[in-house]
């Protein structure tokens, strides 16, 4: 059924369809509608049996989470940001416990500085934690992943962090498709846990582990990661059947068949950078995009096969690895054949800032002459950089970088008293 609506709806109606048995939730922003929304079907009786819990923290949040699918039952969160971060522990025991719980991130800016809009560094600071990544386009891939996810995280008992962008597409009114539930069980069988907590076969979960066993048990959570890679193309292809539409995978390509230069990314940002490739082309430029949609477990050979063919690639990344640059451009340069030299990372959109077809167009055009730097800012004010910079040179006590920054610009800082 054809349906305009909110991202965080659509995603709400997506799990609801999944029928999950525990939602836990802290409400941070740009994740609370969704969660708003569990919660007010679970009131009227709409989803259930399912128990909604009010949680403390996200710490609480994901502790009750491992809880609940510990006992058996298909359990559902949402985080953001620093919420993401609150409950990083759990992350990692969720992990490691290989629970099949499915949360959504709404991807936001973690601090400090506070900052409320979307960039990656949340989900990409958890990228070793153990859980399977996946990364939404839009408003309709972000639905279907999370059908996708449930399947994918109990027939490998690992979690599924399904990552849409905050307040881009969380926040956005648009066309989707919302299926029936007859669709969704027909593509996601009744939940059967690997593991469970049964008084009438006593087991042990989450047992101390020494040297003598500790590696084989981490080797063995990669291991189930690499599994996923071989699922995710075949049940693509079955969801597309049951459906009626492409959603998911690993990767998906945007006219690269001929393209001297490919674009690397991820989420809703592709949207912008196929309309500037739309354009380039028409002015006979030789250029293409790669989308990542599943971030890890890494695509390595597809990644690998998408950029064979391709003389420089460029990775346009919401994140920031400080003191290096790229953390997506990393994996891409370990995953392509030719020189780690033609691959330029790309750091835009950090806190929010927009990344316009017009800067995108410069640059790929800088790309495509051989004058991209290794690692570029787009969009930086270096003017603003030095200024700082001359401060801290001049004396000693030149005041936190955030509040220059604001003052400079003329901006007034929020007050406190």
Same mark, same amino acid.
């Given at each position: 059924?054809?349906?305009?609506?909110?991202?965080?709806?659509?995603?709400?109606?997506?799990?609801?369809?999944?029928?999950?048995?525990?939602?836990?939730?802290?409400?941070?922003?740009?994740?609370?509608?969704?969660?708003?929304?569990?919660?007010?079907?679970?009131?009227?009786?709409?989803?259930?049996?399912?128990?909604?819990?009010?949680?403390?923290?996200?710490?609480? =949040?994901?502790?009750?989470?491992?809880?609940?699918?510990?006992?058996?039952?298909?359990?559902?969160?949402? &985080?953001?940001?620093?919420?993401?971060?609150?409950?990083?522990?759990?992350?990692?025991?969720? =992990?490691?416990?290989?629970?099949?719980?499915?949360?959504?991130?709404?991807?936001?800016?973690?601090?400090?500085?506070?900052?409320?809009?979307?960039?990656?560094?949340?989900?990409?600071?958890?990228?070793?934690?153990?859980?399977?990544?996946?990364?939404?386009?839009?408003?309709?891939?972000?639905?279907?992943?999370?059908?996708?996810?449930?399947?994918?995280?109990?027939?490998?008992?690992?979690?599924?962090?399904?990552?849409?962008?905050?307040?881009?597409?969380?926040?956005?009114?648009?066309?989707?498709?919302?299926?029936?539930?007859?669709?969704?069980?027909?593509?996601?069988?009744?939940?059967?846990?690997?593991?469970?907590?049964?008084?009438?076969?006593?087991?042990?979960?989450?047992?101390?582990?020494?040297?003598?066993?500790?590696?084989?048990?981490?080797?063995?959570?990669?291991?189930?990661?690499?599994?996923?890679?071989?699922?995710?193309?075949?049940?693509?292809?079955?969801?597309?059947?049951?459906?009626?539409?492409?959603?998911?995978?690993?990767?998906?390509?945007?006219?690269?068949?001929?393209?001297? &230069?490919?674009?690397?990314?991820?989420?809703?940002?592709?949207?912008?950078?196929?309309? &500037?490739?739309?354009?380039?082309?028409?002015?006979?430029?030789?250029?293409?995009?790669?989308?990542?949609?599943?971030?890890?477990?890494?695509?390595?050979?597809?990644?690998?096969?998408?950029?064979?063919? =391709?003389?420089?690639?460029?990775?346009?990344?919401?994140?920031? =690895?400080?003191?290096?640059?790229?953390?997506?451009?990393?994996?891409?340069?370990?995953?392509?054949?030719?020189?780690?030299?033609?691959?330029?990372?790309?750091?835009?959109?950090?806190?929010?800032?927009?990344?316009?077809?017009?800067?995108?167009?410069?640059?790929?055009?800088?790309?495509?002459?051989?004058?991209?730097?290794?690692?570029?800012?787009?969009?930086?004010?270096?003017?603003?950089?030095?200024?700082?910079?001359?401060?801290?040179?001049?004396?000693?006590?030149?005041?936190?970088?955030?509040?220059?920054?604001?003052?400079?610009?003329?901006?007034?800082?929020?007050?406190?008293?």
């Amino acid at each position: 059924m054809l349906k305009q609506t909110e991202g965080s709806a659509a995603v709400a109606e997506a799990v609801a369809l999944c029928r999950p048995e525990v939602i836990c939730a802290y409400p941070i922003s740009p994740q609370t509608h969704i969660v708003e929304a569990l919660g007010r079907m679970v009131t009227a009786g709409r989803l259930a049996p399912c128990e909604f819990i009010n949680v403390e923290s996200e710490f609480a =949040a994901m502790s009750v989470a491992i809880g609940a699918s510990a006992a058996g039952v298909r359990a559902y969160t949402a &985080t953001a940001s620093q919420g993401l971060l609150f409950m990083a522990e759990a992350v990692y025991n969720a =992990a490691g416990l290989g629970l099949p719980i499915v949360m959504t991130v709404a991807n936001r800016a973690i601090g400090a500085p506070i900052n409320i809009w979307n960039d990656h560094s949340d989900a990409l600071s958890q990228r070793d934690c153990g859980w399977i990544q996946l990364f939404a386009e839009d408003n309709q891939e972000a639905l279907d992943l999370h059908i996708q996810a449930f399947r994918l995280a109990e027939e490998l008992s690992l979690p599924v962090m399904v990552c849409m962008d905050g307040y881009i597409l969380t926040h956005a009114y648009e066309q989707v498709d919302l299926p029936t539930q007859e669709q969704v069980d027909a593509y996601l069988p009744p939940y059967e846990p690997r593991q469970v907590l049964d008084p009438a076969s006593p087991i042990s979960i989450g047992a101390m582990v020494g040297p003598e066993a500790f590696m084989e048990v981490r080797y063995l959570a990669h291991a189930k990661q690499k599994q996923a890679l071989e699922l995710m193309p075949s049940w693509t292809d079955e969801f597309k059947r049951i459906f009626g539409r492409e959603s998911g995978g690993l990767t998906h390509t945007y006219r690269i068949e001929d393209a001297d &230069t490919v674009v690397v990314a991820l989420g809703s940002v592709l949207g912008t950078i196929k309309d &500037t490739i739309d354009g380039m082309r028409e002015q006979g430029v030789r250029i293409g995009a790669l989308g990542i949609t599943c971030f890890r477990p890494w695509p390595t050979v597809a990644v690998r096969r998408a950029l064979a063919d =391709a003389k420089r690639i460029v990775v346009l990344e919401k994140s920031l =690895a400080v003191g290096l640059g790229g953390i997506v451009s990393n994996n891409v340069a370990a995953s392509y054949a030719g020189s780690p030299d033609l691959v330029h990372t790309v750091i835009a959109g950090l806190g929010g800032r927009a990344i316009t077809r017009a800067s995108l167009h410069q640059m790929f055009g800088q790309a495509v002459e051989g004058r991209l730097e290794p690692v570029t800012f787009l969009d930086l004010d270096h003017a603003a950089v030095e200024r700082v910079l001359a401060r801290e040179r001049e004396q000693r006590r030149s005041g936190p970088i955030a509040e220059s920054i604001l003052r400079d610009l003329g901006v007034v800082g929020a007050r406190i008293g």
